[in-house]
């Protein structure tokens, strides 16, 4: 079976650009999160989309990003303008409907220079 | 607001020696607690949950409502043990994680 699946595995970019990550969940996975870790502190939730609404958006941090998963498959995260403040890594994950259970992706590592 | 501490950055244990993870939470309701794994390379994964009472590759965790903690334990550290660990934490009804900052294990063989 295969896993979270995030694109890229990294990015680097400059102050001002736009970037968009992108989020393949486990197939029949309803429940799709994106996470945030900032270089030395905790992973924080950023949303929750169930299917292609989204549940809880509380973890944006402000307008710059937009979060999207349009016919509730995959799902896209994207930043514009970035900011240096961005940098990080976006972690994705998916859970079935009603499960605790989050399967994670590997990651993309965000650079903002 | 819910918060979970992980006070520990770094943790250094040698092989055979028991081995302690602190985690400490604050919530105003029933929580559920998690600990997560990323093993060198690989994928953030979750390791166990109180709800189930499982011990997992010999670790366990013992929700302690009156100290609002949730330490995760093996009697006997392996090599294989060294990772980075995540307390984390969900409010009922509500599967948003709050995740702790995180303590990287290592065991000395």
């Known amino acids: 079976e295969a896993g979270v699946t995030q694109f890229p595995s990294h990015s680097v970019i400059e102050k001002g650009q736009t970037v968009t990550l992108r989020c393949d969940p486990i197939?029949?996975?309803?429940?799709l999160y994106w996470y945030r870790r900032v270089m030395g502190k905790e992973i924080k939730f950023l949303l929750h989309f169930v299917k292609e609404s989204k549940q809880d958006e509380s973890g944006m941090p402000n307008n710059r990003f937009l979060a999207e998963r349009t016919g509730g498959t995959y799902s896209t995260l994207k930043v514009q303008p970035a900011e240096l403040e961005d940098s990080g890594v976006y972690f994705c994950?998916?859970?079935?409907?009603?499960?605790?259970?989050?399967?994670f992706g590997s990651g993309t590592q965000l650079s903002v220079l | 607001a819910q918060r979970v501490t992980q006070p520990e950055k770094l943790l250094s244990v040698f092989k055979g020696a028991p081995v302690e993870l602190k985690c400490n939470y604050s919530y105003s309701g029933s929580p559920e607690l998690f600990w997560y794994v990323q093993y060198s390379r690989q994928r953030l994964q979750l390791l166990l949950r109180?709800?189930s009472r499982e011990s997992i590759k010999g670790f366990t965790a013992d929700l302690n409502k009156g100290e609002t903690s949730f330490h995760l334990k093996k009697p006997f550290a392996q090599e294989e043990d060294s990772a980075m660990y995540y307390c984390?934490?969900?409010?009922?009804?509500?599967?948003?994680?709050?995740f702790g900052t995180g303590t990287r294990l290592t065991i000395i063989p």
């Open positions: 197939s029949g996975h309803d429940n």
């Open positions: 994950a998916s859970s079935l409907p009603g499960s605790e259970k989050l399967f």
């Open positions: 109180h709800i």
């Open positions: 984390a934490l969900s409010g009922f009804g509500n599967e948003k994680l709050t």
